[in-house]
Every structure is written in structure tokens, then in C-alpha cells.
């Protein structure tokens, strides 16, 4: 099973890009899914997140209002709408999955909950 994020490139500030996440090998319609972002020389961090069944999502407090996390699960893919972009969102991008989700309604923000990750995506944002 493999996790492919594609997408990511050189942007503007204050423009946009999606990011797609595809499984191959298993679908991923019974797995919450996140996305996380790791910056130059920062630590990994919780980007967004959304239920296997689209019904909850979950943000991070500086993408909440500009970033979009949805789902097509007959596509088996998960996608990160990033709109008005800052230079701070520059990082390599992982979308993650939580195989093991014991949560009823809500999705996890902890990287040590998601068990599958894919290999990343880098998004430059410039000035």
C-alpha cells in the first residue's frame, strides 16, 4: 500500500494550489485521513484532517479559513485546497493515513495516530 501526494510546486503569495493524495493497493474509504507540513528546519506539523466519511473535519489554527480538506472516496483520493497562500505555508507537504481510528465523530491532530504516510510534496510560496 502506498500513498502518493502530488500537487505541490512554486506559488505566489496569495495564490492557490490543491493537493491530491491517491492510495494504491487498498482503498482508503474506511481511513480517516490527515495532512501535515513540515517547514525548513521545523518539526512536523498537523495541517487538516477529515473523516472517513467526509462528516467531520478538523483544522489547524493558522490554515482554518484558507485551506480546504475533502475527500472522493470512489476516486480513492484525498485532496488539501490551499487558497490565499502566505510564504509561512512553505514546507513539504504528507498526507497520512489513520487505519485504526477508534474515534466515533472526530478525527485525530496527533501524527502518532496516522500509521501510513506518503512521501511528500513541496510548496514554495514566495514574496
Known amino acids: 500500500v502506498q500513498l502518493q501526494a502530488s500537487g505541490g510546486g512554486l506559488v505566489q503569495a496569495g495564490g492557490s494550489l490543491r493537493l491530491s493524495c491517491a492510495a494504491s493497493g487498498r482503498t482508503l474509504s474506511s481511513y480517516d485521513m490527515g495532512w501535515f507540513r513540515q517547514a525548513p528546519g521545523k518539526e512536523r506539523e498537523f495541517v487538516a484532517a477529515?473523516?472517513?466519511?467526509?462528516?467531520?473535519?478538523s483544522y489547524s489554527d493558522s490554515v482554518k479559513g484558507r485551506f480546504i480538506i475533502s475527500r472522493d472516496n470512489a476516486k480513492n483520493t484525498v485532496y488539501l485546497q490551499m487558497n490565499s497562500l502566505k510564504t509561512e505555508d512553505t514546507a513539504v507537504y504528507y498526507c497520512?493515513?489513520?487505519?485504526?481510528?477508534?474515534?466515533?465523530?472526530?478525527?485525530?491532530?496527533?501524527?502518532?495516530?496516522?500509521?501510513?504516510w506518503g512521501q511528500g510534496t513541496l510548496v514554495t510560496v514566495s514574496s
Open positions: 497520512a493515513a489513520d487505519q485504526n481510528s477508534r474515534r466515533y465523530l472526530s478525527v485525530s491532530r496527533s501524527q502518532v495516530d496516522y500509521d501510513l
Open positions: 477529515i473523516k472517513w466519511s467526509g462528516g467531520s473535519t
